[in-house]
Every structure is written in structure tokens, then in C-alpha cells.
T-cell receptor, first 113, second 113 residues
Framework: AAGVIQSPRHLIKEKRETATLKCYPI?????VYWYQQGPGQDPQFLIS???????DKGSIPDRFSAQQFSDYHSELNMSSLELGDSALYFC????????????FGPGTRLTVT | AQSVTQPDIHITVSEGASLELRCNYS??????LFWYVQSPGQGLQLLLKYFSGDTLVQGIKGFEAEFKRSQSSFNLRKPSVHWSDAAEYFCAVGQAAGNKLTFGGGTRVLVKP
């Protein structure tokens, strides 16, 4: 079965640079969620989208922005990167009517040096 | 606000022995409860979920969990652990209306030969 695809899988950036993470949901899933998992931490919800509209917002820094496109894929844009942004970033997807059942991608490991 | 507590940070168990991971949640309404497993450097795999009905739910890889409303608990069990079960396990709670999952801090399981 098709799963959530995230790219890139690994990314190394320097402080103050920008990064763009991409997420391709499972086919027919219309809702996308982004989570951040710091080293040794549990995943923390950042933001979610349904039908290209932001549906919920968590602890996402103002330096980060995200959007969902007409094909339902989503991008997380991160600017002015800080060392503390180094983390594993997960994307999850679901259908709207079963939005409590989220399927996670493999994650993008971002390292900021 | 919803919250999840996993009291055990680490658990070491011998291969073939039984395993129980504790999870307590705080949520005002009927919770949607999940257990995810994460192998090192990998994504989150859904083991099982509880929405309603039978309070004992079966999942993949021989895991089961029991929802106890009176104790606000959703403990995960496996009768006989395999070396491949060594991983980190996260309990999570979601809202009936969907959107974000709130994760517990995770329990790292080590399996002794």
C-alpha cells in the first residue's frame, strides 16, 4: 500500500539558511499534519491543513510557514534556521472523515550546523 | 488541554517474556487513543487504536491494549517479546473532531537475549 512520502530524507543546513521540506500524502488523503521531534523528545504538533486551508496550529515558530497545494502535497518552509531546529520532521496524512487516524511518513532529519 | 503520560522512560525485558507499557491520558471527552512504535531513526508506525466499543483492542505484531476509562489508562501489552520489538513506543491521544495528536514522552524498550 502507498505510504506518505517525505523529501528529502536528510538535510544539512547552516544557521540562518532556509529549508523546504516536502510531504506527499497517501492517495485520497486530503489532510496533512506536520510534527517536529527533537532529539530524545516526543513528536510535537506544528500545523495541519485540510483542502489547502490551515486547520489547526500548534507550536510552530513564526520563522516557519507551510502550505498545502491543489494536489494535496504540502511544504514546510523554514527560514533563519537555528541550531535548535535540528530535529526529525514528520508529515502525516488522513482523510477528513477519519482525521483521528493519521499515517506518518518516514520523516526528514534536519541538521542545522 | 489533553495530555499523555508514559511513566516508564526505559523498560528492559528478556526475549520471550511478557511486556506491558503504561499510558495515562487526560482528556475531557471520549478520547481517541493510539500506540505507535518507532525504531531508531525511523518513522512512526501505528500499532493499534481505540475509538469506541470493545475496550480490548488487537493490533499488529501481536500487541494488544486495554482501555480503562476509570483509570484513564490505555496500557499496551505483548505476551512474548521478540528481539525485533526493541524500539521506542509512543502513546497518543487525539480529538474526536480530528486534528492534532498529543504524544506521551515515549518508553524505550530494550530486549535482552
Amino acid at each position: 500500500a502507498a505510504g506518505v512520502i517525505q523529501s528529502p530524507r536528510h538535510l544539512i543546513k547552516e544557521k540562518r539558511e532556509t529549508a523546504t521540506l516536502k510531504c506527499y500524502p497517501i492517495p485520497r488523503h486530503d489532510t496533512v499534519y506536520w510534527y517536529q521531534q527533537g532529539p530524545g523528545q516526543d513528536p510535537q504538533f506544528l500545523i495541519s491543513f485540510y483542502e489547502k486551508m490551515q486547520s489547526d496550529k500548534g507550536s510552530i515558530p513564526d520563522r516557519f510557514s507551510a502550505q498545502q497545494f491543489s494536489d494535496y502535497h504540502s511544504e514546510l518552509n523554514m527560514s533563519s534556521l537555528e541550531l535548535g531546529d535540528s530535529a526529525l520532521y514528520f508529515c502525516a496524512s488522513s482523510t477528513r472523515d477519519r482525521s483521528y487516524e493519521q499515517y506518518f511518513g518516514p520523516g526528514t532529519r534536519l541538521t542545522v550546523t | 488541554a489533553q495530555s499523555v503520560t508514559q511513566p516508564d522512560i526505559h523498560i528492559t525485558v528478556s526475549e520471550g517474556a511478557s511486556l506491558e507499557l503504561r499510558c495515562n491520558y487526560s482528556y475531557g471527552a471520549t478520547p481517541y487513543l493510539f500506540w505507535y512504535v518507532q525504531s531508531p531513526g525511523q518513522g512512526l508506525q501505528l500499532l493499534l487504536k481505540y475509538f469506541s466499543g470493545d475496550t480490548l483492542v488487537q493490533g499488529i505484531k501481536g500487541f494488544e491494549a486495554e482501555f480503562k476509562r476509570s483509570q484513564s489508562s490505555f496500557n499496551l501489552r505483548k505476551p512474548s517479546v521478540h528481539w525485533s520489538d526493541a524500539a521506542e513506543y509512543f502513546c497518543a491521544v487525539g480529538q474526536a473532531a480530528g486534528n492534532k495528536l498529543t504524544f506521551g514522552g515515549g518508553t524505550r524498550v530494550l530486549v535482552k537475549p
